[in-house]
């Protein structure tokens, strides 16, 4: 990547020459599947990038309901950015310890909420490390900051919207979980939940749009999509197992120019775990 940024990227190199400014943020937003088993902001405060304070997905979430890491409210989340200490009029770079992973959805998230910068660290901390890049341990404090919220709720499907898109085909529902799973041929990672995919999607795995811990190129991730049958000019909603890699697939359809793409927050944990939507199997 060249020294100047794109509009979803910084490198490692731009990044180490202005960090520590004063308007510039770093922000950990290291998300591991559940089947991992590690343990995010353990490896965060054993070690992360100079002054990077750390993005809970689980914790900035709404907490009424059981579905995991659903957007917090409005007014939650301008709560949670004030203790972080970050404004939307800061320049911000998010990365994650995967790469990318979680990074895409705190990456959406912030955006959703009216963030003015946001932008993602090319290779993330793996690329940051194998540089041998300054890193340091332990939390990291912010003074409070006023972020301002501004909500864009049609950004945002809800199970009711995407069975009337479904029955309707007004939008294409892109489903980013691996072929087997959108099949409905291996389980769901997430006890109690049905097999399958939802009636009309389509199904573009996430990891066919990445290539060593960063988005392919434009027209790499067109072909992956143009293969699953999805037509880029008509309107799409992105969806997964629970909301964190459909962010992946909205970004990398971003970078090919792709713009108004609604995510189902809910993804597959509601939807599977509700016996009162269809569900598809092959």
Known sequence: MSSSPSPFFVSTEWFAEHLGEPDLVVIDGTFFMPDENRDAHGEYLAGHIPGAVFFDIDAIADHTTDLPHMLPSPEAFAVAMHDLGISEKMRLVVYDASGLQGVARVWWTLRLFG??????????????????????????????????????????????????????????????????????????????LRSGHIPSSLNVPWRDVIENGEIRAPDDVAAAFAKASVDLSRPIVTTCGSGVTAAILLLALETTGKTGIVLYDGSWTEWGGRHDLPIVLG
């Open 115 to 192: 963030a003015e910068s946001v932008k993602i660290l090319t290779g993330g901390l793996p690329k940051w490390k194998a540089e041998d890049r300054a890193l340091e341990s332990g939390a990291v404090t912010r003074g409070p900051q006023n972020f301002n919220v501004r909500f864009d709720p049609a950004a945002v499907a809800s199970a009711s919207d995407v069975l009337q898109v479904s029955q309707s085909g007004s939008a294409q529902i892109v489903d980013a979980r691996a072929a087997p799973r959108f099949r409905g041929e291996t389980p769901e990672p997430r006890p109690g």
